[in-house]
Every structure is written in C-alpha cells, then in structure tokens.
C-alpha cells in the first residue's frame, strides 16, 4: 500500500455549461451552472485514495465555509487532512466551461492556495520524509514545491510533477528534484517553446530536447482523446484510450496522475500496467460529469480492465 503526499491545490468548481465559448465580444447564455469540490491537487489525491493509497495532502484553504466543508469531504475519502492550512481571505476558485461536445477551458483564482508557504510545508517535514511518492502540481507558489521535493529526494521518496497550469519554465531546483514530469501535449509543447503536437513520431523526437533543456529522464505526456506518451528509461511508446461516451474531461488527468502515484513501482517496472490501469481509471472519469464525483473507485477499475487481462 503506497504512502502518498500530495503538495496541491484545492478549489471549489464553479461548472458552466455551455453550447460553445463564446468569440471576442460576444455574448452567450449559460445553459447550467453548478459547484464541486475539485483543484488539481483534491483530485489527484481522491483519485489516489479511492485506489487504496494512504494520502496525506499538504495545502490550503480559506477562512469560510467552503474550506470547512473542502476538509470534511477529504477527511471522508480518508485523506489526511492535519497539514492543511486555513488562511485569511476565500478558498481557491475555478471556474470550468464545459461544451457540449465535453471540452472543458478553465479559469482559476487562486485564493488560499497563492498563501501556502516553506513553513507550511516544514511543518510537514516527517509526513514527507515517511513517504513513498510526494505529488504536485504548479497551482501553489514553487518555492513550496522546491522545498517539499528537497526534503522527499534527501529521504528517498520518488517526486511526481504535474506541470499545469501551463508554464514556460519550471525553476531548476524543482527539475532537479523531479523523478517523473507528467504534464498534457500542451504544457509538454510550453516548456521547449514550440507548438503543441499529439503526432508519436514528433513527440519522439523531442524527447533529447527534454533530456538536455531540462534534465528530466522519465516523461509521461497526457494527449487527451489521443491517449498518452510515455519516455521512461529506455522504454517509449504510446497509450492507448478506452473508448467511451464523454460526458465532461474534467479531472480525467489528475485522475490518470493519482492512478499512476498510486500503482508504479520506484523502478518504473511495471509501467506498461501503471499506464493502462491509468487509462482505465481516466475513461471511467470522462464518462461522468464533475471533478471529484468523476473519480474512479478501484473496483471501478478492476471491472474495466478485466476483459483484458481474460483475454
């Protein structure tokens, strides 16, 4: 069973559906709105614990009644929830448009989560060096990332960065500490400075740029409809998707980032596996509307994989 910690965001989703986003000044009705508990980091670590991980998750809330409520829930997933900070001011807020073909752009305010400091994350500095993966994404300041990682490598915990919101560089003391970057074809593309692409062969070719730019070794590229890309030591391939009917691709990357946290091996030996539980979990999520009601459950899982390991 895998000790995970996650080092993330936690957003309240405010989800507007609509026909198509709108053009530079133009005006479009929203067809229905409604709120979630959600943020990269929240379902990254739901999904992690829905699969029988022990998580714990470092991060931050606000002084109101959404961060109250934000804990209870993950308490109630069995996430560890000592290390999160209530601050002054509102929990964090994104705010999701979905169309009607299941495409989703997103605008986050970042709220509580622009406060998590070094000091937060020190007072966590046994949870971490205890665990076996510490998990993060780019939605809380990168100095707390640095540090977390830092304390991860010095104990021998394997790191996983999911660089999003999309950035165009990543400070060298967190690629340094990074043992397995995992961002989607866009923010993959940002990071060397050129267009995005989902073509094998052109993901194939970058990949010295990844190695020599920013040193990272082990690259899993998400690619939506068109699965994933994985570099890992001298292992290189692509992922193939399930198809389903998509409902809302809301959270099926963090969930596709947890399932992963949650089964590879430090050694990266069972990848092949990792990927395809991992694109189970995240068809099932695809298939379902909402972040965090989205995820998948372990058993979930197992009845999607089993006619291939019958077969």
Same mark, same amino acid.
């Given at each position: 069973m895998k000790n995970i910690v996650v080092i993330g965001s936690l957003n309240v989703d405010v989800l507007q559906r609509i026909v198509r986003l709108p053009k530079e000044g133009e005006t479009l009705s929203i067809l229905n709105k409604s709120s979630n508990f959600g943020g990269k980091g929240a379902n990254q670590a739901v999904a992690a614990a829905r699969q029988g991980a022990i998580v714990s998750f470092i991060g931050a809330v606000g002084a109101d009644s959404e961060g109250q409520r934000f804990i209870q829930l993950l308490e109630h997933e069995g996430i560890n929830s000592q290390f999160i900070q209530t601050k002054d001011g509102s929990?964090?807020?994104?705010?999701?448009?979905?169309?009607? #073909?299941?495409? +989703?752009?997103?605008?986050?305010?970042?709220?509580?989560?622009?406060?998590?400091?070094? #000091? #937060?994350?020190?007072?966590?500095?046994?949870?971490?060096? +205890?665990? #076996?993966?510490?998990?993060?994404?780019?939605?809380?300041p990168r100095t707390v990332i640095a540090h977390g990682f830092a304390i991860a490598k010095a104990t021998g915990a394997m790191t996983i960065l999911n660089p999003a919101p999309v950035t165009r560089r990543i400070e060298a003391d967190i690629l340094s500490h990074t043992d397995l970057l995992i961002p989607n074809e866009t923010e993959a593309a940002a990071l060397l400075n050129l267009p995005a692409s989902t073509d094998y062969q052109t993901l194939k070719e970058r990949l010295p740029l990844y190695h020599e730019q920013l040193g990272i070794q082990n690259l899993i590229i998400t690619l939506g409809e068109a699965g994933a890309f994985f570099s890992i030591g001298r292992h290189i391939g692509p992922v193939k998707n399930f198809h389903v009917a998509v409902e809302d691709t809301t959270a099926a990357g963090d969930t596709f980032i947890g399932t992963i946290a949650t089964t590879i091996e430090p050694d990266f030996t069972n990848i092949e596996r990792t990927l395809q539980k991992a694109a189970a979990a995240a068809a099932i999520a695809v298939s379902k509307p909402g972040a965090i009601p989205s995820i998948s459950y372990q058993e979930e899982i197992a009845r999607k994989l089993a006619p291939m390991t019958m077969s």
């Open positions: 929990t964090g807020t994104a705010y999701i448009m979905l169309e009607e #073909d299941g495409h +989703n752009t997103i605008l986050v305010h970042g709220g509580a989560n622009a406060d998590l400091t070094v #000091d #937060d994350v020190e007072q966590a500095r046994l949870l971490i060096e +205890n665990a #076996d993966i510490v998990l993060a994404q780019l939605e809380v």
